[in-house]
């Protein structure tokens, strides 16, 4: 049911550089924030980036966001093996009563 | 430090309604931000599922929103989770967090939740 469409996986090798796409509309990413989340196996996810391209305190700058018209991407680069998880775009739907979506999520192997 | 537990039954049977309690440490909910149900199926990926605001006001994922209710109790610090009619598609490890729209949205663990007979 999810409104935001991503690549069901990516891969790389240490030291590469891998960019996840964010697929949305005008209802959600095009006018809302997209925030991005980390999850490794078994545990809660971890917010990576906030407001399209902002980094919380703890998270490398290995991490970057950007956002474009309707669609959103994350970029991690100088992979590293500790980077294999799962990752989740996210956004505000202004569409309906408004919610909150998260994307299909894009499982990132280091190879 | 703020946290987030989650709590109730691990097993429901199908049609029932199932019930979850987030007990919020090391900040008053009725102090502010908003506060939500997320869900993750085995295997598969996130789905959220509402919030509520401290005041009581709620959103939720349409496509649950006739089974879901959200409500918050400030004297007890916790705020509470309630789908009704589930089916075996409701099995899932439930989380709580606080305001996934902020800088520092806060997650509890998890708790599964199957539903069987």
């Known amino acids: 049911q999810s409104v935001l469409t991503q690549p069901p996986s990516a891969s790389g090798t240490p030291g590469q550089r891998v960019t996840i796409s964010c697929s949305g509309s005008?209802?959600?990413?095009?006018?809302?924030?997209v925030y991005w989340y980390q999850q490794l196996p078994g545990t809660a996810p971890k917010l990576l980036i906030y407001?399209?391209?902002q980094r919380p305190s703890g998270v490398p700058d290995r991490f970057s966001g950007s956002k474009s018209g309707t669609s959103a991407s994350l970029a991690i680069s100088g992979l590293r093996s500790e980077d294999e998880a799962d990752y989740y775009c996210a956004a505000w739907d202004d569409s309906l009563s408004g919610y909150y979506v998260f994307g299909t999520g894009t499982k990132v192997t280091v190879l | 430090q703020v946290q987030l537990q989650e709590s109730g039954p691990g097993l429901v049977k199908p049609s029932e309604t199932l019930s979850l309690t987030c007990a919020v440490s090391g900040y008053s909910i009725s102090s502010g931000y908003y506060w939500g149900w997320i869900r993750q199926p085995p295997g598969k990926g996130l789905e959220w599922i509402g919030s509520?605001?401290?005041?009581?006001?709620?959103y939720y994922n349409p496509s649950l929103k006739s089974r879901v209710t959200i409500s918050v109790d400030t004297s007890k610090n916790q705020f509470s989770l309630k789908l009704s009619s589930v089916t075996a598609a409701d099995t899932a490890v439930y989380y709580c967090?606080?305001?996934?729209?902020?800088?520092?949205?806060?997650w509890g663990q998890g708790t599964m939740v199957t539903v069987s007979s």
């Open positions: 967090a606080r305001d996934l729209s902020t800088s520092n949205p806060i």
């Open positions: 509520i605001y401290h005041s009581g006001s709620t």
């Open positions: 407001r399209n391209n």
């Open positions: 005008s209802s959600n990413i095009g006018s809302n924030y």
